[in-house]
């Protein structure tokens, strides 16, 4: 009987979670709250910066220091003989170019 659904209020667990086989679906007032609370958290942002030649220099959820990092790294960039001389900077929003500097 293992991996049978006995009633349409049931549900898997994943395989090697651990915990029961089988949990009921939540109903009513419970459904909502589980519906809220999806909602109530927002999709998860994450700023990468890359700089050519080095690679991820920046990986994290902070808008802020981003954009800090990216302007350090254009400086070090214009600078001769720096360990990122010349090379191009770009700023990532959740995989999307946000900023973009090239020293050509």
Same mark, same amino acid.
């Given at each position: 009987? %293992?991996?049978?659904?006995?009633?349409?209020?049931?549900?898997?667990?994943?395989?090697?979670?651990?915990?029961?086989?089988? %949990?009921?679906?939540?109903?009513?007032?419970?459904?909502?709250?589980?519906?809220? %609370?999806?909602m109530a958290y927002p999709p998860m942002i994450t700023f990468t910066l890359v700089v050519g030649g080095?690679?991820?220099?920046?990986?994290?959820?902070?808008?802020?220091?981003?954009?800090?990092?990216?302007?350090? #790294?254009?400086? %070090?960039?214009?600078?001769?003989?720096?360990?990122?001389?010349?090379?191009?900077?770009?700023? #990532?929003?959740?995989y999307e170019i946000i900023k973009e500097y090239s020293h050509y």
């Amino acid at each position: 009987m %293992e991996g049978r659904i006995l009633d349409g209020n049931l549900q898997h667990a994943p395989r090697g979670y651990g915990g029961p086989r089988l %949990e009921r679906k939540p109903k009513g007032k419970a459904k909502d709250k589980v519906r809220n %609370e999806e909602m109530a958290y927002p999709p998860m942002i994450t700023f990468t910066l890359v700089v050519g030649g080095i690679g991820i220099v920046y990986d994290g959820e902070s808008q802020s220091e981003a954009k800090r990092q990216f302007r350090l #790294f254009i400086a %070090e960039s214009k600078t001769a003989g720096s360990r990122s001389s010349g090379e191009s900077v770009t700023l #990532f929003k959740n995989y999307e170019i946000i900023k973009e500097y090239s020293h050509y």
